[in-house]
């Protein structure tokens, strides 16, 4: 059974750094596309990362994700964060390659339970 576990969140000063991370077990991260999440209270869940199977990084703006295979644990870093980045960050995952990333709606198969980030003075 594939299970998704994040870690690293908390408060952070605005103009602050962060580092989450999900670890994989029950499977291969590298057989999965590795999705970022987030959901603040009141708001839509909105994706913030995507990162394809067989790619190891990826840049959107202010957030990186990434995987290390041998730790089996995919990141995602976030840098000069705003108070409007508070939310309940999530990781997901999915078999499905190619362009899985680039559609408008993924659907995901495995899911983390969350990892509160909160960005205030």
């Known amino acids: 059974q594939v299970q998704l576990v994040e870690s690293g969140g908390g408060l952070v000063q605005p103009g602050g750094s962060l580092r989450l991370s999900c670890e994989v077990s029950?499977?291969?991260?590298?057989?999965?596309?590795i999705g970022w999440f987030r959901q603040a209270p009141g708001k839509e869940r909105e994706r913030v990362s995507c990162l394809t199977r067989g790619i190891k990084s990826s840049v959107k703006g202010r957030f990186a994700s990434s995987r290390d295979s041998v730790k089996n644990t995919a990141y995602l870093d976030m840098n000069n964060l705003k108070p409007d980045d508070t939310a309940v960050y999530s990781c997901?995952?999915?078999?499905?390659?190619?362009?899985?990333?680039?559609?408008?709606?993924?659907?995901?198969?495995?899911w983390g339970q969350g990892t509160q980030v909160t960005v205030s003075s």
């Open positions: 029950g499977d291969t991260l590298d057989s999965y596309s």
């Open positions: 997901a995952a999915s078999r499905a390659g190619g362009s899985f990333c680039s559609l408008t709606r993924p659907m995901f198969d495995y």
